[in-house]
């Protein structure tokens, strides 16, 4: 499933390595995520090219992923993407990441198994590995660009279950918060998941960033509490908003970001 992600402003500066690219990057300032249709229509990064960053999941028949794997090996596979060197500097990725950064940030998830699994392992990207789910992310490809591989990959019909329910959060770990009110197939919540993540990233200053990535950016998704999620999607926290195109109402706030120590959610009421 797709998901549209709007910075709001330039994102801060990167620790090294891999090195930032210069001019590109400001103060994070709002920490907040607008749908396009909350947006002026004139905005100019819809006049830009627009990129889309692949995400495949693997779904065999006899051994699906349990859906909070899924999600959480999602919002790695985005922030290993976002890390690695490839994607910055003179890297490979770099263009094409600075191209979907400068505009609307989508994301779309897709599934594979079997031989479709194998033939998109063999084109450019990182497989992300959780407990038992496997997420690859590409490189940014134009939105109606798609390599072959991919493009034939079905989209809708991502649904996952969670044979039990998932443990206690992780010490240390950054927790993506999703909205208790909102129905999403598992593709689309891995779509947002990695859109958390990714504000995440953006919204934490260089020493979080460096201690995260060398942790191995251990985060973990859960439902918020349906009492405690008015008090989180007002905290000031890096909030997702869809924009709307599928399943969901534009303008949903769909995650809430929050990292220990540095951008933490409030108490349970």
């Excluded at 003179?90 to 094409?96: P, S, V, Y």
């Excluded at 992300?128 to 789910?133: H, I, K, L, S």
């Excluded at 770990?173 to 779509?191: D, E, F, I, Q, R």
Aim: hydrophobic share 40%; with cysteine.
């Amino acid at each position: 499933m797709d998901a549209i992600l709007t910075r709001p402003h330039p994102r801060p500066q990167d620790p090294p390595p891999p090195a930032p690219r210069s001019g590109r990057r400001g103060r994070w300032q709002t920490c907040r995520v607008s749908s396009n249709d909350t947006e002026p229509r004139t905005d100019p990064r819809d006049e830009k090219p627009q990129f889309v960053l692949p995400l495949v999941v693997r779904i065999e028949k006899d051994a699906p992923p349990a859906r909070t794997d899924a999600l959480e090996t999602a919002a790695r596979a985005v922030l290993r993407l976002l890390t690695d060197e490839r994607a910055h500097g003179e890297g490979e990725w770099a263009r094409a990441v600075a191209d979907w950064e400068d505009a609307r940030i989508r994301k779309v998830v897709r599934r594979a198994r079997g031989a479709e699994w194998r033939r998109a392992g063999g084109l450019p990207g990182i497989t992300e590995t959780g407990a038992a789910a496997e997420v690859r992310v590409f490189p940014p490809v134009p939105l109606d660009g798609w390599p072959k591989e991919l493009a034939k990959l079905q989209v809708s019909g991502t649904d996952l279950d969670d044979p039990a329910e998932p443990g206690p959060v992780p010490d240390g770990a950054a927790v993506l918060w999703m909205n208790p009110g909102l129905a999403m197939s598992a593709g689309k919540a891995m779509a947002q998941a990695g859109h958390g993540a990714q504000l995440l990233w953006w919204a934490l200053d260089g020493a979080a960033r460096t201690a995260w990535r060398e942790a191995g950016f251990p985060l973990a998704v859960r439902t918020a509490p349906e009492a405690d999620w008015p008090a989180l999607a007002a905290s000031g926290l890096p909030v997702v908003r869809d924009a709307g195109f599928t399943e969901i109402a534009p303008g949903s706030a769909t995650v809430v970001s929050a990292y220990p120590g540095v951008l933490a959610a409030p108490g349970p009421r």
